[in-house]
């Protein structure tokens, strides 16, 4: 099935420093999400955009929606370990169509 | 509130047979949504149903089926079983068809042996 291309694929960092992935997909969308994944879980919401440029935050997490609209951005700023997970990107095309598409997500790993 | 509650937690089953996997969404949310998702990737869209018909189809084979009760709720059949179908199901909610934000159950763990 239809994936976006989600990078990095894996990251190792220091408790305390920033962290910052990406979605790109070859189709414009009109709506992108982020979501965190926690092992034996369902993906939880952190952030949806909605508006091309938009630029929304939710505590240390920023994300941004693509002015081209086939592109996101998530910050993750001053890490702390209970960040540690599985963070997916997911664009919905719009119109009637309900369903999301995913990325193959990022895992995070933070050293204390 | 309650969030999105799936069951059974998980299931093993045998190739051949049938399952059947239960989602509730969340209290006023009218559309229901089913993922599947294998062991290292993101989830791939099944079904969407919104008021009790299907609005929406991914790329699965007929063997998997989808319903929408009265009350919002919905079960996913996969008939015939793959030992490919191993994976998390996962419901998804939303108020609407056509809203991006959609709200994951704990999912579904199916083993197929």
């Known amino acids: 099935g239809q994936q976006l291309n989600q990078s990095p694929q894996s990251m190792f960092i220091q408790e305390g420093e920033d962290v910052s992935m990406n979605c790109t997909s070859s189709?414009?969308?009109?709506?992108w999400l982020w979501y965190k994944q926690e092992p034996g879980e369902g993906p939880v919401l952190l952030i949806a955009?909605?508006?091309?440029?938009e630029l929304t935050s939710n505590g240390r997490l920023t994300a941004q929606f693509g002015i081209t609209r086939k592109d996101s951005f998530l910050n993750i700023s001053a890490s702390i370990p209970s960040d540690v997970g599985i963070y997916f990107c997911a664009g919905r095309a719009g119109g009637s169509q309900g369903n999301l598409i995913f990325g193959k997500g990022t895992k995070l790993s933070v050293k204390p | 509130d309650a969030g999105v509650t799936q069951s059974p937690t998980h299931l093993i089953k045998t190739r051949g047979q049938h399952v059947t996997l239960r989602c509730s969404p969340i209290s006023g949310h009218k559309s229901v949504s089913w993922y599947q998702q294998v062991l290292g990737q993101g989830p791939q869209f099944i079904f969407q149903y919104y008021e009790k018909e299907e609005r929406g189809r991914g790329n699965f084979p007929d063997r998997f089926s989808a319903r929408q009760f009265p009350n919002y709720s919905s079960e996913l059949n996969v008939n015939a079983l793959l030992l490919g179908d191993s994976a998390l199901y996962l419901c998804?909610?939303?108020?609407?068809?056509?809203?991006?934000?959609?709200?994951f159950g704990p999912g579904t763990r199916l083993t197929v042996t």
């Open positions: 955009l909605y508006k091309a440029g």
């Open positions: 998804a909610s939303s108020w609407d068809r056509a809203v991006g934000e959609q709200y």
């Open positions: 189709s414009i969308f009109n709506t």
